[in-house]
């Protein structure tokens, strides 16, 4: 069993949730892209696999990142993590990324709810990492 | 050691580029293979293991016969010697020895169906646990090959859109324009509202006859005169 993103793009495209955030979303392959109203700027790409869903949401790569405040910055992201609901923060090569994992049989409201927090906290992190970017 | 261990080895050993594999995808397939086959043993062993114990119930239930049987025929011979029926008896106890010697064996038997069920049992539930433990451990993996994918996607789309500190720091301010703006649509709102409620309260003043009367035409000329009259 896998998730059916074409049934949960239609669905995210319908919604509006109770802070009045609505959803784009579009199916690209094997993902869903989707952009929530509170941060129109910073796509969350939604996948899953049998087990659970992963909504990614990129923040910057290592590039954009002054070169003497790498290991600051990966310090400080350990630290803010256990701070930000329902996100934590992820790299790949120098890719560095905020995610939330839920499990397949999540309800579709808590699925909104989650995207709408993570774009919420991409945000905010993009916001209080921004002095330590090129 | 698990699959923790091999992906920080992975990492550590240099691929850690987007795109680059640390999850083998054919090392994938074979573990599915293997889980897959133990499931299929465990459902072939469970099949084993009920038929085992029917026999087991089965065995057990002849067992009681007899025993009910051996019972009955003492009880019987404990009568007959009571009464004096030494024949009798001895017959009776002849019919015992035979039933017990029919016995024994179905007891050995009976043992040996219960430790194979006890051991079969025993091996189908460790097998399940290994099993379930080999999944969380390949869900581990599935979801770094999955962040992979995706974050192959974000790296592609990135190309694509060019995008650089600066664009982050203006979609950042777009965002902080838009926020200010709904945060002043609210204000203005709320200054609306309270505005609108003012209305209210002064037009329910003045209807209760409350609060000072505007002056009419009549005070207005009444003034006038006694202006006039003064010069």
């Given at each position: 069993?896998?998730?059916?993103?074409?049934?949960?793009?239609?669905?995210?495209?319908?919604?509006?949730?109770?802070?009045?955030?609505?959803?784009?979303?579009?199916?690209?392959?094997d993902l869903i892209e989707v952009t929530c109203?509170?941060?129109?700027?910073?796509?969350?790409?939604?996948?899953?696999?049998?087990?659970?869903?992963?909504?990614i949401s990129h923040l910057f790569t290592e590039d954009n990142i002054k070169a003497d405040e790498i290991d600051?910055?990966?310090?400080?992201?350990?630290?803010?993590?256990?701070?930000?609901?329902?996100?934590?923060?992820g790299k790949e090569g120098k890719l560095y990324f905020i995610y939330g994992a839920m499990p397949l049989g999540t309800l579709f409201?808590?699925?909104?709810?989650?995207?709408?927090?993570?774009?919420?906290?991409?945000?905010?992190?993009?916001?209080?990492?921004?002095?330590l970017m090129v | 050691m698990g699959i923790i261990s091999d992906l920080f080895k992975a990492i550590k050993g240099g691929a850690n580029e987007?795109?680059?594999?640390?999850?083998d995808t054919q090392a994938i397939r074979i573990y599915e293979q293997d889980i897959r086959e133990a499931e299929d043993a465990i459902r072939k062993a469970k099949g084993s293991l009920t038929r085992l114990k029917s026999s087991e119930i089965a065995l057990a239930r002849k067992v009681r016969v007899i025993e009910d049987d051996i019972a009955d025929y003492e009880q019987k011979a404990v009568s007959a010697l009571d009464a004096a029926n030494e024949a009798l008896a001895i017959e009776i106890a002849e019919r015992i020895s035979s039933l017990e010697e029919e016995l024994a064996p179905l007891n050995e038997e009976l043992a040996s169906l219960k430790r194979d069920v006890l051991g079969i049992n025993k091996t189908i539930k460790n097998r399940e646990k290994t099993i379930a433990k080999n999944k969380r451990e390949l869900d581990?993996?599935?979801?770094?090959?999955?962040?992979?994918?995706?974050?192959?996607?974000?790296?592609?789309?990135?190309a694509a859109t060019n995008s650089t500190t600066n664009s982050v720091k203006r979609s950042l301010d777009r965002i902080k324009a838009k926020q200010q703006r709904h945060t002043d649509e609210m204000a203005a709102g709320e200054w609306l509202e309270e505005e609108n409620s003012a209305d209210d309260l002064d037009k329910k003043i003045k209807a209760a006859g409350l609060g000072g009367q505007s002056a009419g035409s009549s005070d207005v000329l009444a003034r006038l005169k006694a202006k006039s009259k003064a010069k």
């Open positions: 069993m896998s998730l059916d993103l074409n049934e949960l793009c239609l669905q995210l495209n319908q919604f509006e949730s109770s802070e009045g955030n609505t959803f784009n979303a579009q199916v690209n392959d109203s509170n941060a129109e700027d910073f796509p969350i790409y939604v996948s899953s696999s049998e087990e659970q869903i992963l909504a600051n910055l990966n310090d400080l992201l350990l630290k803010l993590s256990p701070a930000i609901p329902l996100s934590a923060f409201s808590n699925i909104a709810h989650e995207l709408e927090v993570q774009a919420d906290n991409t945000v905010e992190a993009l916001e209080t990492l921004q002095e | 987007v795109g680059e594999a640390i999850v581990k993996v599935k979801t770094v090959d999955l962040v992979q994918k995706t974050t192959k996607s974000i790296s592609n789309n990135l």
